[in-house]
């Protein structure tokens, strides 16, 4: 077997000491590729902006991303798809709970660096008792699940599929506005395709709770940024944390950066100590399973996008 690898250095020595059988090619993330070289899979950088030269010398392409929607076009017609889904949900859950608690507990504003106004006293407030509302339940909305539990909230979700949960204690809706009513914190966790682009839209802000607080880890374009804006501007929404907005990096001087009710990062919500190491595990127990013609696991719907 010839795997196409992009990551290089510590992870191509990886793959050959736990599989030497492998013939392991480092390709480059850019610029043009041999085009006499061939593979039978391909381990890919999603942002890796030579991917339409690679896709289809191989069968088997795995994505280091658990999102596919910055994958070309072409990556969709390899026989064989597959992601590194679920290998954030630990600390992007995390990464939801502190920004969930951030806002109740009015941090870091609470904090102080002189003599206050008042001591001893504050209006703030608490997760027991709150709803989170998740929009997509998977591994990550799971592991938000789970988390929340520990807090004494209540959960309910919804998802495009009639699945049951794995967390029994969350409540499935059939319609989005029910999450969109009820929910304190809204979590949107949902894949990005073309049939999710700004599915929170004017319409959707509006059936929303007074005073929710949103935050988004999952893609910039789930959410119409205009109309969130507006959502900000009158108070609907309470306080966005936003880790993925629409486009990434958003350029300078941007109203997000400025705006006093939103909290933004850098789409790192994923990042710990074990995240590169759990994705690159991810793609390892993948490749044995390809050598053992067993089913592979983080297989992309080519027709639904995730």
Same mark, same amino acid.
């Given at each position: 077997?010839?795997?196409?690898?992009?990551?290089?250095?510590?992870?191509?020595?990886?793959?050959?000491?736990?599989?030497?059988?492998?013939?392991?090619?480092?390709?480059?993330?850019?610029?043009?590729?041999?085009?006499?070289?061939?593979?039978?899979?391909?381990?890919?950088?999603?942002?890796?902006?030579?991917?339409?030269?690679?896709?289809?010398?191989?069968?088997?392409?795995?994505?280091?991303?658990?999102?596919?929607?910055?994958?070309?076009?072409?990556?969709?017609?390899?026989?064989?798809?597959?992601?590194?889904?679920?290998?954030?949900?630990?600390?992007?859950?995390?990464?939801?709970?502190?920004?969930?608690?951030?806002?109740?507990?009015?941090?870091?504003?609470?904090?102080?660096?002189?003599?206050?106004?008042?001591?001893?006293?504050?209006?703030?407030?608490?997760?027991?008792?709150?709803?989170?509302?998740?929009?997509?339940?998977?591994?990550?909305?799971?592991?938000?699940? $789970?988390?929340? &539990?520990?807090? #004494?909230?209540?959960?309910? %979700?919804?998802?495009?599929?009639?699945? !049951?949960?794995?967390? @029994? =204690?969350?409540?499935?809706?059939?319609?989005?506005?029910?999450?969109?009513?009820?929910?304190?914190?809204?979590?949107?966790?949902?894949?990005?395709?073309?049939?999710?682009?700004?599915?929170?839209?004017?319409?959707?802000?509006?059936?929303?709770?007074?005073?929710?607080?949103?935050?988004?880890?999952?893609?910039?374009?789930?959410?119409?940024?205009?109309?969130? $804006?507006?959502? &900000?501007?009158? #108070?609907?929404?309470?306080? %966005?944390?936003?880790?993925?907005?629409? !486009?990434?990096?958003? @350029? =300078?001087?941007?109203?997000?950066?400025?705006?006093?009710?939103?909290?933004?990062?850098?789409?790192?919500?994923?990042?710990?100590?074990?995240?590169?190491?759990?994705?690159?595990?991810?793609?390892?127990?993948?490749?044995?399973?390809?050598?053992?013609?067993?089913?592979?696991?983080?297989?992309?719907?080519?027709?639904?996008?995730?």
């Amino acid at each position: 077997m010839r795997l196409l690898n992009q990551a290089h250095g510590g992870g191509t020595e990886r793959i050959r000491r736990e599989f030497p059988e492998v013939d392991v090619v480092e390709v480059p993330i850019e610029g043009d590729v041999d085009p006499d070289l061939t593979g039978d899979a391909l381990l890919c950088l999603t942002l890796a902006s030579n991917l339409d030269q690679l896709v289809h010398r191989v069968k088997w392409v795995h994505s280091f991303s658990t999102g596919v929607d910055s994958l070309p076009e072409a990556a969709f017609t390899a026989e064989v798809l597959t992601c590194s889904r679920g290998a954030g949900a630990i600390p992007i859950s995390e990464f939801v709970l502190a920004a969930m608690l951030a806002f109740e507990k009015n941090i870091p504003d609470v904090w102080i660096h002189e003599v206050p106004e008042h001591w001893n006293f504050a209006d703030l407030g608490g997760l027991w008792g709150r709803t989170v509302g998740l929009i997509g339940l998977g591994g990550i909305g799971e592991a938000v699940a $789970r988390r929340s &539990l520990a807090f #004494g909230m209540d959960i309910t %979700a919804y998802r495009r599929r009639p699945l !049951p949960s794995a967390v @029994p =204690e969350v409540r499935i809706v059939s319609s989005l506005d029910e999450v969109l009513s009820t929910a304190d914190h809204l979590v949107v966790a949902a894949p990005y395709t073309q049939r999710t682009h700004h599915l929170l839209d004017a319409a959707a802000f509006a059936q929303m709770k007074e005073g929710v607080h949103l935050v988004n880890i999952a893609r910039g374009g789930l959410i119409d940024q205009d109309a969130l $804006r507006t959502a &900000l501007d009158d #108070g609907r929404v309470a306080m %966005a944390t936003l880790d993925t907005v629409d !486009p990434e990096p958003l @350029p =300078e001087g941007h109203w997000m950066y400025t705006h006093p009710r939103v909290r933004l990062s850098p789409h790192v919500s994923w990042s710990s100590p074990e995240g590169g190491r759990k994705i690159f595990e991810l793609f390892l127990e993948n490749l044995g399973r390809y050598l053992r013609d067993e089913p592979l696991e983080g297989v992309v719907d080519k027709d639904e996008r995730y």
